[in-house]
């Protein structure tokens, strides 16, 4: 069974840097392309990042990039989101999830989805 478990969310000012990490099981971390996604109250889900397998190739978002880096550690099973410079506009449930290429996009895999963690910038 697959479990993606998301933590270090939390409430900083603007301005300010967090932390999010994704611990994998139940998949073989390494073959698999990972990435962040977000969900503000009454919007639509939105991309946020994208790592390939081997960490070697990133993807960001326009609104986040040169702020936000995703990384990932396959010996630990596990990714990151450092996310720098935040917004008050960044206030999201920010979700991992294993992915795949759809089109020109980057999409969640069925069922890949971690439960989520809550991220607040106040201004």
């Known amino acids: 069974q697959v479990q993606l478990v998301e933590s270090g969310g939390g409430l900083v000012q603007a301005g300010g840097s967090l932390r999010l990490s994704c611990a994998a099981s139940g998949l073989t971390f390494s073959s698999y392309a990972m990435g962040w996604f977000r969900q503000a109250p009454g919007k639509e889900r939105m991309f946020v990042a994208n790592?390939?397998?081997?960490?070697?190739?990133?993807y960001y978002a326009d609104s986040v990039k040169g702020r936000f880096t995703i990384s990932r550690d396959n010996a630990k099973n596990t990714m990151y989101l450092q996310m720098n410079s935040l917004k008050p506009e960044d206030t999201a449930v920010y979700y991992c999830?294993?992915?795949?290429?759809?089109?020109?996009?980057?999409?969640?895999?069925?069922?890949?989805w971690g439960q989520g963690t809550q991220v607040t910038v106040s201004s």
């Open positions: 999830a294993a992915t795949i290429r759809k089109n020109t996009e980057w999409v969640p895999r069925n069922g890949y």
């Open positions: 790592i390939n397998w081997s960490g070697g190739s990133t």
